[in-house]
């Protein structure tokens, strides 16, 4: 399994954007599907985006709605997720997550590497 590392969660106002970044150290990423996920207290973990680092294929929850980004810099080992125009629903704890395979998975079972997780709040 790997380690990962999000940071670039916070506080902020409706219509802001954040930007959560994962790294992964020391391990390569080829083959692997990166996604960003979120959890709400009561309520299961959801996928958020997902990108797969060979192929660049991505997948959105229908709730983004063009509003995030997911994106990845094989340079830094980093996946990154730009939220924009956020919203109050989008408060959550968000993680990121791996799974080494040629596949293109996205939903949460489906990955077996996960970061601590980063709080992210948007007020009203």
């Known amino acids: 399994q790997l380690q990962l590392v999000e940071s670039g969660g916070g506080s902020v106002q409706a219509g802001d954007s954040l930007r959560l970044s994962c790294a992964v150290p020391g391990d390569t990423l080829r083959r692997h599907v990166m996604g960003w996920f979120r959890q709400v207290p009561g309520k299961e973990r959801e996928s958020v985006a997902v990108?797969?680092?060979?192929?660049?294929?991505?997948y959105y929850a229908d709730f983004v709605q063009g509003r995030f980004t997911i994106s990845r810099d094989g340079a830094k080992n980093t996946v990154d997720l730009l939220m924009n125009s956020l919203e109050p629903d989008d408060t959550a704890v968000y993680y990121c997550a791996a799974r080494h395979t040629s596949r293109f998975v996205t939903a949460p079972d489906d990955f077996d590497s996960w970061g601590q997780g980063t709080q992210v709040t948007v007020s009203s």
């Open positions: 990108i797969h680092w060979n192929n660049l294929k991505v």
